[in-house]
């Protein structure tokens, strides 16, 4: 055997090791990844958290709890969609003042359809909030979550 003959079949080798176990880390962090931490719910964050973890469920009276009764004005005239399953919704930041706050999310939508449609969408929105009688109520919520509890409508 000439020296050094086995060196590109072992690299091979090694590098193939390599790759399989960059990949079931991968898979096992994937699969092992649970549900988020619940943030406090007296905060604007948790606010979020509890009615886009309720409107997704497709509990409107649930997400109807986290509202300003009658603050959005969108809901005049616009009935409720349950949003699709498969969507994500990530916290971006968080704007806090005394009496209101704003809260940015990533809404991503996964396996979007179409001939040429790409394999996820995402978009930055925004929920407006107040504090009403010492709690935080969400007063504009993006269109893609907003919920519109018991037909409030307007002509």
């Known amino acids: 055997m000439v020296k050094g003959e086995g060196r590109p079949a ?6 193939l090791v390599v790759i399989a176990a960059l990949v079931l880390v991968s898979l096992v962090v ?3 990844r649970g549900t988020p931490k619940p943030l406090d719910a007296s905060t604007p964050e948790g606010v979020v958290q509890g009615y886009v973890t309720a ?3 497709g509990d409107e ?22 949003p ?5 919704v990530a916290l971006v930041s968080t704007t806090q ?21 790409s394999p996820e969408y995402a978009s930055e929105e925004s ?3 107040s504090r009403t009688g010492g709690r935080w109520l969400i007063s ?16």
């Open 84 to 88: 699709e399953r498969n969507i994500r």
């Open 127 to 129: 929920f407006d909030l």
């Open 30 to 32: 994937v699969l092992t």
């Open 140 to 155: 504009s919520a993006p269109w893609p979550l907003l919920v519109c509890p018991d037909g409030e409508t307007a002509p």
């Open 10 to 15: 072992r690299a091979l080798v090694l590098l």
């Open 97 to 117: 003042r005394e009496t209101t706050a704003d809260v940015v999310v990533s809404i991503s939508y996964t396996n979007v359809g179409g001939p040429f449609g």
């Open 61 to 82: 009276a649930a997400a109807a709890a986290f509202l300003d009764p009658g603050q959005d004005a969108r809901c005049k005239g616009f009935e409720s969609v349950a």
């Open 55 to 57: 409107v997704i469920g």
